[in-house]
C-alpha cells in the first residue's frame, strides 16, 4: 500500500523565509525500487505530519521536468537524508545523489546536514563499499563502463557517509 499525503505545505513563496533560506526542510534520497511503499514512504507521510517539508521525488519531481532537477533540490535542502537499501549502490542516480550531498555539505556555503539511515545494510558495507555494494560497482566499473572518476567520486562520498553517525535500523526491533 503506498502511503501519499495530500495535505498541503507551505508555498514555496514563504519557504525561503521559514526554513531559513532553503526551500526544503529534508531532502530524501532512496532507491524506489527498495523502499518508496515501505520504510521512506511512512518516513515521508510522518514528517509531513509534523510539518517538515521534506522533498520526495514521487511527489516534488513533476512530470516534464529532467531528472537533474533532483540534484538542485539537494542544494536547496537543509538536512540530507540517504536512506541506504541493498540495492542503494545499483543506481548510478542514488550515487550521483550522495555525491553531491557530500560536495554540498563539504562547500561550506550553506550549513548542511547529513542524516543516514541504513536500512537493511550494514554501514560497514556503504564505508568499504563491501557486501551488496561491492557487487554493484563491480557492474558500474565493468559492465556498464561508468566514467572511472565519477565512480571514485561515488565510492569516496560512500565512505564518508558512511562513517556518519546515523541510524543503523537493524539495531530497532520493529
Not at 533532483?70 to 540530507?80: H, Y
Not at 550515487?95 to 560536495?103: G, P, Y
Not at 555539505?105 to 550494514?122: A, H, L, M, S
Request: charged share 25%.
Amino acid at each position: 500500500m503506498a502511503l501519499q499525503s495530500n495535505m498541503a505545505g507551505p508555498s514555496r513563496s514563504t519557504l525561503s523565509s521559514n526554513h531559513g533560506g532553503f526551500e526544503y526542510d529534508v531532502f530524501l534520497s532512496f532507491r524506489g525500487e527498495d523502499t518508496r511503499h515501505t520504510f521512506t514512504g511512512l518516513f515521508h507521510y510522518i514528517l509531513v505530519l509534523h510539518g517538515i517539508h521534506a522533498y520526495f521525488d514521487e511527489e516534488d519531481l513533476h512530470k516534464g521536468e529532467r531528472i537533474e532537477e533532483i540534484l538542485v533540490a539537494i542544494t536547496r535542502s537543509k538536512i540530507l537524508v540517504p536512506i541506504f537499501s541493498k540495492r542503494y549502490s545499483e543506481s548510478h542516480w542514488c550515487l550521483k545523489e550522495v555525491a553531491k550531498m557530500v560536495e554540498c555539505q563539504k562547500d561550506g556555503r550553506q550549513e548542511k546536514f547529513i542524516i543516514p539511515v541504513f536500512f537493511d545494510v550494514d554501514p560497514k558495507d556503504v564505508r568499504c563499499q563491501s557486501g551488496p555494494f561491492e557487487a554493484a560497482f563491480h557492474r558500474h566499473q565493468t559492465e556498464r563502463r561508468d566514467n572511472l572518476s565519477e565512480v571514485d567520486g561515488w565510492k569516496h562520498a560512500l565512505t564518508y557517509v558512511g562513517g556518519i553517525s546515523g541510524f543503523d535500523l537493524k539495531s530497532y526491533n520493529g
